[in-house]
């Protein structure tokens, strides 16, 4: 059995891992000039936004990868296993989405 904590929990375990996962997809993007593989796996939702930006990582996508996470958190912090489920295929299409070639600009 998983165990189950209140969504207030889980929001601010996200929020606490965030930087890390800021710094990691930062460092991947290489000051323009990376792969973006890391940014593409932890964020992939926030990169595809890019595409109604034409392709520029604007405020739209640093607003949604820095809500991303505690957002995750406080959706999987009842602990039922459905949402765990629910949330590991909604990131899994999103990263397939995010490596489809949609995003050419962001393959290094």
Do not use: C, N
């Amino acid at each position: 059995m998983l165990p189950k904590f209140s969504s207030r929990a889980g929001f601010l375990v996200g929020l606490g891992i965030t930087p890390f996962a800021f710094f990691l997809a930062l460092y991947s993007a290489g000051s323009g000039h990376g792969d973006y593989v890391l940014a593409r796996l932890l964020y992939p939702i926030p990169m595809l936004a890019t595409l109604l930006t034409d392709t520029t990582i604007t405020g739209l996508s640093i607003g949604l990868a820095a809500l991303q996470l505690p957002a995750y958190g406080a959706f999987v912090a009842r602990g039922e296993r459905f949402r765990w489920l629910a949330l590991g295929v909604f990131h899994g299409v999103a990263i397939v989405a995010a490596f489809s070639g949609a995003l050419a600009s962001f393959s290094g």
